[in-house]
């Protein structure tokens, strides 16, 4: 028997839930942790779990479902994907990096991922990868009306977008060839501080109308918003940046005489995603509905025939690349769970390309291990997860909806901040934006250093005794000193790391800790383990073992490891036998004022001041 929607009662065993009653569990529990007071307002307790991202974006403790933005598949402002089939959908489009400088290589390696899964070719030429003279050599034997190409020649971009067209035209390939010129001179501009010689988004403009007349598969601008992120940026702050970017962009196409919709059909964004998956999700998610809102007011047409990626004039083409920031040189292995994380979020979100990079693009050129792990990541979720085949995977999720239009809104109040100071350009000049993204980058530094913002085989869990494979040093551009700066979530670990390994280069040992652990083995083992991984994540070694022990272990510095009862019993006496037996420093783990006890660490201390502090005691050199 059927039973009507209206009947199905599928909690009816169950008491409705109420916000109020969950906010009294939610003050119980608080209470007993000390967060909260026994007659706290209720209003106040979802205050006490909220946060802020790291560009202001609101993380609330509890959506519901007043919380859902509405929206359907397939219809501006594409919140909610630009198709609206589902079943059958052919996924996205898997695309590859290639940095190799050697033209032979380089050309054996996309065709290597052409032939395993990959469907485009993303293509660093000039001071990034191989010549631009070279691309007709690197490009041999690459179908390019079926394997779309994507340049990104920096500098060069003019002359690497000549070369692509004439290689396109001699193959009598205009009509059918697919990709991009990767033409940015705004993303250069950022990166580097020095104006494009394409004469910025003018010189841009006048290949993108060629594009648009003699090859109607071509795209000729990508607006690679990465700088901003590699900066230190939010996502708000990254996507500011791309609308403005962007509608620098229409205005110099449609100045040259490309219709608004020939003007938009010219662009292609690219975003980074990272291990926040619904961070990155919603980012995605909320550049769609950016750029429709900009579309909507450029007077686009609302509908229009879908092209080969779907969607109308008003859908961005977003193209997802797995973050820079965020990848290690320390246990690298970890990257591709890092990446795999990024590269869900990025299908869940909808992007129209993604780029999955090797998982061992800190330590130089990858392998070929490397870039086979990277495309079967992608593969696996297309062919083994279907995640291809649902529109919208996190449609009716009220976080992910909440998110995507908070994320939204604080973006677009960054765009109108840039436009108000005279564009993008003007706003890279002056230093608002480098003064913008560097204050996001140090709040999130300060959660890194505390490790409320972990890094796996890094800040926790290191492997001191781990072997890094060997690379063949990639080529990188000279520095910048006029672009927006470089920033890595690992750097101030991995320099710690750095030093310690210097120090046991030169001197045989690595720098030691003694942990002088008071009591039996259960008493003490929790607080010697938390400090072990932290002091590990600065490369130094630990030994464990009674006060006692500390004058043979060789080391000069110690930390005290106990429950906080046999620190009133003990500690005291331990900090005065460590010190008599030659300790310049005694820390202890956990907190409390004990006579002879220095300095603490604990949960939520700046790790990285600790371990720095702790080489210089030992001696190691900077």
Wanted: aromatic letters at 6%; hydrophobic letters at 45%.
């Amino acid at each position: 028997m059927t039973v009507p929607p209206e009947e199905l009662e599928l909690a009816a065993a169950f008491p409705t839930a109420e916000r109020d009653r969950w906010r009294e569990m939610v003050r119980g529990v608080l209470r007993k942790s000390g967060a909260a007071s026994e007659d706290a307002p209720l209003d106040e307790i979802e205050g006490l779990l909220a946060r802020d991202s790291y560009d202001g974006v609101p993380m609330a403790a509890l959506y519901t479902r007043d919380d859902t933005v509405p929206g359907r598949p397939g219809l501006a402002p594409y919140l909610r994907a630009v198709r609206p089939e589902g079943e059958g959908l052919a996924g996205w489009d898997v695309r590859q990096r290639h940095t190799h400088p050697d033209p032979a290589a380089a050309r054996e390696a996309i065709l290597a991922d052409l032939e395993n899964g990959v469907t485009s070719v993303w293509l660093a030429l000039g001071e990034s990868g191989p010549p631009v003279e070279s691309l007709p050599e690197v490009l041999r034997g690459v179908h390019l009306d079926m394997a779309p190409v994507v340049l990104d020649a920096g500098a060069r971009a003019g002359e690497a977008a000549e070369a692509l067209l004439r290689l396109i035209t001699d193959r009598g390939q205009a009509e059918r060839a697919n990709g991009n010129l990767g033409l940015d001179p705004l993303g250069l501009r950022a990166r580097t501080g020095e104006p494009a010689p394409l004469d910025g988004p003018r010189g841009a403009a006048e290949l993108a109308v060629r594009c648009a007349r003699g090859f109607p598969g071509l795209r000729a601008i990508t607006v690679d918003a990465t700088a901003h992120h590699d900066a230190g940026g939010g996502d708000a702050e990254e996507l500011g940046a791309a609308i403005a970017a962007g509608v620098a962009y229409l205005r110099a196409l449609t100045g040259a005489g490309l219709s608004v919709d020939e003007a938009f059909g010219q662009l292609e964004f690219r975003l980074a995603v990272n291990a926040d998956q619904f961070a990155s999700i919603a980012k995605l998610r909320a550049a769609r509905r950016l750029w429709a809102r900009v579309a909507e007011v450029c007077g686009t047409a609302e509908g229009g025939q879908a092209d080969d990626q779907g969607g109308g004039p008003r859908a961005a083409r977003l193209h997802a690349v797995t973050s820079s920031a965020m990848v290690t040189r320390r246990d690298p292995w970890v990257n591709m769970l890092r990446t795999t994380v990024a590269a869900f979020a990025a299908g869940v979100g909808g992007a129209d390309a993604v780029t999955v990079q090797p998982f061992d693009v800190r330590l130089g050129l990858s392998d070929d291990f490397a870039r086979r792990i990277a495309r079967n990541t992608q593969t696996l979720l297309l062919e083994e997860s279907s995640l291809a085949r649902v529109v919208d995977p996190a449609g009716g999720s009220w976080y992910v909806e909440r998110l995507t239009e908070e994320t939204a809104q604080a973006a677009w109040v960054w765009f109108t901040e840039i436009e108000r100071a005279g564009g993008l350009a003007a706003a890279l000049d002056s230093g608002l934006v480098a003064a913008r993204l560097a204050a996001t980058w140090e709040r999130r530094r300060g959660d890194l250093a505390r490790r409320k913002a972990p890094l796996t085989g890094v800040s926790e869990f290191p492997d001191l005794a781990e072997k890094l494979p060997e690379r063949v040093p990639a080529p990188r551009p000279p520095a910048a000193p006029g672009g927006l700066p470089v920033v890595r979530y690992a750097q101030d670990f991995e320099a710690l790391r750095d030093r310690s390994d210097a120090h046991a280069a030169a001197t045989g040992e690595r720098p030691k800790v003694y942990l002088a652990t008071l009591g039996p083995i259960a008493v003490h083992t929790a607080r010697a383990s938390f400090a072990a991984n932290l002091f590990q994540a600065g490369g130094i070694e630990t030994v464990a073992g009674e006060p006692d022990g500390f004058a043979a272990s060789g080391a000069s510095v110690a930390c005290v490891c106990s429950s906080d009862r046999l620190y009133g019993e003990q500690a005291e006496d331990a900090a005065r036998k460590l010190k008599e037996a030659g300790a310049v420093k005694v820390w202890l783990a956990g907190k409390g004022t004990y006579e002879g006890v220095d300095a603490h660490v604990f949960a939520g201390c700046d790790a990285v001041a600790v371990l720095e502090t702790t080489l210089d005691d030992l001696g190691v050199n900077r």
